[in-house]
C-alpha cells in the first residue's frame, strides 16, 4: 500500500499549488483521507481532511477559507488545491488515509505518505 504525495515546489507568496496524493495498492473510496503539515522545527499539524464521498471537508483555521480539499475515488486519488499561499505555509506536506468513512477530530491516520515539501518565498 502507497501513497504518493506530489505536486509541492517553490512559489511566490500569494501564489496557488495544487497537491495530489494518488493510492496504490488497495482502493481508498471508503476511507476519509487527510493532509498534514510540518514545518521545520514544529511538530505535524492537521490541515485538511475529506470524506469517503467527499460530501464533508475539514480545513484547520489556518488554512480555512484558502485551501480546498477534494477526491476523485474513480482514479484513488485526492487533492489540496492551496491558494493565497503565505510563507508561514512553507512546510513538507504528507496525506494520509484512516480506517473510517467519516472524519471525527482527532481521527487516527492508518497509512501516511512520503511527503511533498512545499516553500512560499515572500
Known amino acids: 500500500v502507497q501513497l504518493q504525495a506530489s505536486g509541492g515546489g517553490l512559489v511566490q507568496a500569494g501564489g496557488s499549488l495544487r497537491l495530489s496524493c494518488a493510492a496504490s495498492g488497495r482502493t481508498f473510496s471508503n476511507n476519509v483521507m487527510g493532509w498534514f503539515r510540518q514545518a521545520p522545527g514544529k511538530e505535524r499539524e492537521f490541515v485538511a481532511a475529506i470524506s469517503w464521498s467527499g460530501g464533508s471537508t475539514y480545513y484547520a483555521d489556518s488554512v480555512k477559507g484558502r485551501f480546498t480539499i477534494s477526491r476523485d475515488n474513480a482514479k484513488n486519488t485526492n487533492y489540496l488545491r492551496m491558494n493565497s499561499l503565505k510563507p508561514e505555509d512553507t512546510a513538507v506536506y504528507y496525506c494520509?488515509?484512516?480506517?473510517?468513512?467519516?472524519?471525527?477530530?482527532?481521527?487516527?491516520?492508518?497509512?501516511w505518505g512520503q511527503g511533498t515539501l512545499v516553500t512560499v518565498s515572500s
Open positions: 494520509a488515509a484512516a480506517l473510517r468513512r467519516e472524519h471525527i477530530w482527532g481521527l487516527e491516520y492508518a497509512y
